[in-house]
């Protein structure tokens, strides 16, 4: 079981990640498809809404612990591993304190209108005659 300390030192490990790839996305020596796919993943890590909220027991938190890194681990593939190497370097310079992303929020705060709108017309079509 890891102690405090260690979850610490992982979570400043993901945040500078992300920051780091959120520089690689404004690069131009870094693919559109990498910076799409970089730009998605770190409105949503920043973001202080999640796609399935917290209050969910255990699926709230597997969002966090799963979603995330897969999506970091898919953007770093993605992007030329120079360009990455070099936005890390400035990512642990600057070590933001806790950035957030209005934009993620916003985003997720869509994406939930509109699962909730589907949903809606989907039960209104089932249950009209």
Known sequence: MPDMKQLQEWSRSIRREVHAIVLAARDPRTPWY????AICVAAYALSP????????PI???LDDLILVPLGIWLVVRMIPPDVLN???I???????AN?????????IILIWIALAAGTGWLAYRWLSP
Do not use: Y
């Open 34 to 37: 990498a910076k799409a796919t």
């Open 49 to 56: 809404i999640d796609l399935i909220p917290d209050f969910i």
């Open 59 to 61: 699926l709230g938190q």
């Open 86 to 88: 070099e936005h890390r």
């Open 90 to 96: 400035a990512a642990a310079a600057l070590d933001e």
């Open 99 to 107: 950035p957030a992303s209005a934009a993620g929020a916003v985003a």
